[in-house]
C-alpha cells in the first residue's frame, strides 16, 4: 500500500495508486529523454537552479517539517532542521560542484592529457523513509549537478514527501523531468533497474534489500552505491566528561526516534565508569518527553510504522531470552500510536540481537569493557561498519580508534553526523561507495582519460 498512516494515531490520511505498467513507461521515456538535452545544460544554469531549490526549502521549512513528521513521527524542530539541511547540501554543490567536476590535467611528458567527468545518464534512487528528505537530496543535489536526471523510489509510507521533493525540483526551474518520482511498489523496482535507460542505482536501506538491489544491477552490469544498516559503536574510556559524554550517548540513541542507520547502538563502556555510566544515562532515557511529535517539547514520537514497532519489540524480547537485562523500558507503550519506551539492555550474550541486529528505535545496549584492546575488538564485533564515536582525551587513545575501528567514519568526542562537506558511508555489510562531498559527486560520472597528440 502507498499510503500516509500518521504513526501518531494509525489514521490512513491519504492513500495512492501504483503507476501502471504504461505511466511507468511513460515516465522512463520522459527521462531518457530530458537527459538528452539537460546533461548539455552549463553548470550556471544547474547551480541557479539547485539554489533556488535551497530558497525553496529554507523558506517552507516549517511545511515541508510538518509533512514529514505526519508521515513518519519525526519531532516537529528535527524534521525542520532536516529541511533546512537539505538546503545546505545544495547550497554546497552550487558552491563546488563545477570545480569537483573541472577537467583534471595529467603529466605524461608529451601528450596533452586530462581527466574529464561526464553525467552517464538517468539514476534510479531507491530510498527510505527515515529522513524523507535528507536522504533523497543528498544524492538528487550531486546527481543533478553532475548532469545526471533522477527517478526516485521513496518508501511507500512517505509518498506525499516523494511528491514534494519532485514538486520542488519542477519549481526551482529545472527542465521538466530532470527529476521524477516513482509512485511503484518494491516489486516494480527489478523492471526499472532492467530497464536499459537506467544507468545505475543508488539504495539506503536494510542489508537484504541491498543484496537484491545490488544483485539485480550487478546482472545489468551497472553501478551501485549502497548505504545499509549500521550497529555504530559509541566506546566511552575513562578519561572522557562523564556528563557531557552522556547528554550527548542520549542524543546519539534517540536521533529520529531511534530510527538512523548513524544512531549510537551499542554503547561500550570502560569497566572502571560503567556503573557510573549506566545510572546517568538510564535516568537521561527516563527523563525524555515522549509524545505528539507536533508538540514542540516531545523529544520522541512515534516509530514510523506498527510493523516497526513490533520487530523492535520482537528483538527486545529474544535478546531478554538469551540473558539480557533491563534496566529501564522494554515494551511497546499502551495506547494509539507505535510509541516504543526508552529501553536500555545490558548483560547481553554475546551472539544475541542486541549484539549481532541493528536496533531501529530506542533501545540502547550497554556493554562493558576491560581495557582499550577490549573496547576495540568489541566494537569491531559486529557485521556492520558505518559509523564509530570515539570518547576519550587521550591523545594516543584517539589514535588508536581512529586507526582500528572497521567503519566509514570515526567521530572522536562528537556524535557521528552527516554533513554535505564529508563523504559518507560504510564498510563491511554497512555497504560501499559514498555520498556528500566530492566523492558523492563522482560516484555517477564517467570518469573518461584523454589523451591528445
Same mark, same amino acid.
Given at each position: ?47 541557479? @537552479? ?29 524534521? /525542520? ?52 528528505? @535528507? ?34 525540483? /519542477? ?18 523496482? /527489478? ?95 527516563? /527523563? ?102 570515539? @570518547? ?62
Amino acid at each position: 500500500m502507498i499510503a500516509t498512516v500518521n504513526p501518531a494515531t494509525g489514521e490512513t490520511i491519504a492513500a495512492f495508486d501504483a503507476l501502471t505498467e504504461p505511466q511507468l513507461e511513460e515516465k522512463l521515456a520522459r527521462s531518457a529523454e530530458a537527459y538528452r538535452s539537460y546533461r548539455r545544460t552549463t553548470f550556471a544554469d544547474r547551480a541557479r @537552479w539547485l539554489a533556488c531549490a535551497a530558497d525553496i526549502l529554507e523558506n517552507e521549512r516549517d511545511r515541508f517539517g510538518r509533512l514529514m513528521t505526519l508521515e513518519m513521527g519525526k519531532p516537529i524542530e528535527a524534521a /525542520r532542521q532536516e529541511a533546512a539541511k537539505c538546503a545546505l547540501a545544495c547550497r554546497y554543490y552550487v558552491e563546488h560542484g563545477e570545480r569537483l567536476l573541472a577537467d583534471e590535467p595529467v603529466e605524461l611528458g608529451g601528450p596533452r592529457a586530462f581527466i574529464r567527468y561526464q553525467p552517464i545518464g538517468p539514476v534510479l534512487a531507491v530510498m527510505p523513509w527515515n529522513f524523507p528528505f @535528507w536522504q533523497v537530496f543528498r544524492f538528487l543535489a550531486p546527481a543533478l549537478m553532475a548532469g545526471n536526471v533522477g527517478l526516485l523510489k521513496h518508501s511507500s509510507n512517505v509518498p506525499q514527501c516523494a511528491l514534494a521533493i519532485e514538486d520542488i525540483v /519542477r519549481r526551482a526551474g529545472f527542465p521538466a523531468d530532470a527529476f521524477q518520482t516513482l509512485l511503484i511498489g518494491s516489486d516494480t523496482v /527489478r523492471r526499472v533497474i532492467e530497464d536499459s535507460r537506467v544507468k545505475a542505482v543508488t539504495l539506503t536501506g536494510s542489508e537484504p534489500a541491498g543484496r537484491l538491489v545490488a544483485a539485480q544491477a550487478g546482472g545489468q552490469i551497472k553501478k551501485t552505491v549502497l548505504e545499509l544498516g549500521g550497529s555504530d559503536p559509541f566506546i566511552v574510556m575513562p578519561s572522557a566528561p562523564l556528563d557531557a559524554t552522556v547528554h550527548t550517548a542520549v542524543q546519539a540513541r534517540v536521533i529520529n526516534n531511534g530510527q538512523s542507520c548513524i544512531a549510537a547502538k551499542r554503547f561500550i563502556v570502560d569497566q572502571s565508569i560503567a556503573a557510573e555510566f549506566e545510572a546517568k544515562f538510564v535516568d537521561a532515557m527516563q /527523563r525524555l518527553v515522549i509524545g505528539d511529535p507536533m508538540d514542540e517539547a516531545t523529544q520522541i514520537g512515534p516509530l514510523a510504522t506498527r510493523a516497526i514497532r513490533d520487530e523492535l519489540d520482537d528483538q527486545v524480547r529474544r535478546s531478554i531470552d538469551a540473558g539480557a537485562r533491563v534496566l529501564t523500558g522494554g515494551h511497546p507503550l499502551d495506547g494509539p500510536g507505535n510509541f516504543y519506551a526508552p529501553t536500555v539492555l545490558v548483560d547481553t550474550a554475546a551472539g544475541s540481537p542486541a549484539c549481532c541486529e541493528e536496533f531501529f528505535g530506542p533501545v540502547a545496549v550497554i556493554l562493558r569493557a576491560a581495557g582499550m584492546d577490549d573496547a576495540i575488538r568489541i566494537a569491531n564485533d559486529t557485521p556492520f561498519g558505518l559509523g564509530a564515536s570515539a @570518547w576519550t582525551t587521550d591523545v594516543a587513545e584517539q589514535e588508536r580508534f581512529i586507526d582500528e575501528i572497521e567503519s566509514g567514519m570515526v567521530f572522536v568526542n562528537g556524535m557521528v553526523a552527516s554533513d554535505p562537506r564529508l563523504p559518507f558511508g560504510g564498510v563491511k555489510t554497512s555497504g560501499y561507495g559514498r555520498e556528500l562531498g566530492a566523492w558523492g559527486i563522482r560516484e555517477f560520472v564517467n570518469v573518461k582519460s584523454v589523451a591528445v597528440r
